[in-house]
């Protein structure tokens, strides 16, 4: 049973894998783009988040289902350094841990970079600043924002090895989501524990001026689509529309989790 998020090479056919591409390609060009707002010393911090985030997905822990995890850091590193430089930074890594470790393929590349830049990184990073933007507290907003973004990685991972025919849709989704959702419990505390002490040491480290939403907007708006698509419709076997259900339930979760942390302010300002 496959739980990783990273899709090794031989699990789809070219075809399949030059859709991941054709997802990914645009967002990485727009991404590396030239930016007249490029600040002095956003190159270094790129290259310290780097090292870090390379270094920290090393350590793999096992899992239930015979495979391993370890840190993702996608939300954290959008968070840091708003969604241009984050989906960068990801991009480098992502593509130094297939040639280096092994972890994801190389032709497969392009859903890996969907999974952990787009939908996690993306998609965390932007419910972050939009919590923030509505004055919600740093810790519970980047808490939730790393989770969801893990659960969002974890739905397009299940999506596409059943569009695949890899594995029916209501074997791998199960996996994948339940134990992603504990994982990222995990990924949760760690981001918001860097992301509030940093904000309190370096302020200044927080791009908050780069904290675009619209682009985890656009990608959480097309996993939903997706989602939506009956699995018949490309073969799979599977018929229950447990990927749109699971996709309301995070939407759902993010939501309500917002709500709370906007009656705590309010409470606690009272």
Request: hydrophobic residues 55%.
């Amino acid at each position: 049973m496959l739980v990783a998020m990273h899709i090794p090479d031989g699990f789809m056919s070219p075809g399949i894998a030059l859709i991941g591409w054709l997802c990914a390609v645009p967002a990485v060009v727009w991404a590396l783009w030239s930016r007249a707002d490029e600040k002095e010393g956003e190159n270094t911090l790129a290259a310290l988040l780097a090292a870090f985030l390379f270094a920290a997905q090393t350590f793999h822990f096992p899992v239930p289902g015979g495979t391993s995890g370890h840190l993702v850091g996608a939300a954290l590193v959008v968070i840091l350094c708003g969604a241009r430089l984050g989906l960068t930074i990801l991009t480098a890594v992502i593509i130094l841990q297939a040639i280096v470790f092994g972890d994801g393929g190389l032709y497969t590349l392009g859903w890996n970079l969907t999974n952990m830049g787009l939908a996690s990184g993306l998609v965390g990073g932007s419910l972050y600043h939009l919590f923030r933007s509505r004055g919600l507290p740093i810790f519970g907003s980047a808490f939730i924002a790393a989770w969801v973004g893990t659960q969002m990685g974890a739905l397009c991972t299940a999506l596409e090895l059943s569009l695949a025919g890899v594995t029916p849709l209501n074997v791998s989704l199960p996996a994948m989501m339940a134990v992603q959702a504990v994982m990222g419990l995990g990924e949760g505390l760690i981001t918001a524990a860097a992301v509030s002490f940093l904000s309190r040491v370096r302020p200044h480290l927080i791009a908050e001026r780069e904290g675009l939403i619209w682009p985890g907007v656009a990608v959480a708006v097309l996993i939903g689509v997706w989602s939506a698509v009956p699995p018949s419709l490309f073969g799979d076997s599977s018929n229950k529309p447990l990927a749109g259900l699971a996709f309301l339930a995070i939407a759902s979760l993010a939501g309500f989790a917002g709500l709370i942390l906007a009656l705590m302010r309010t409470r606690c300002r009272s």
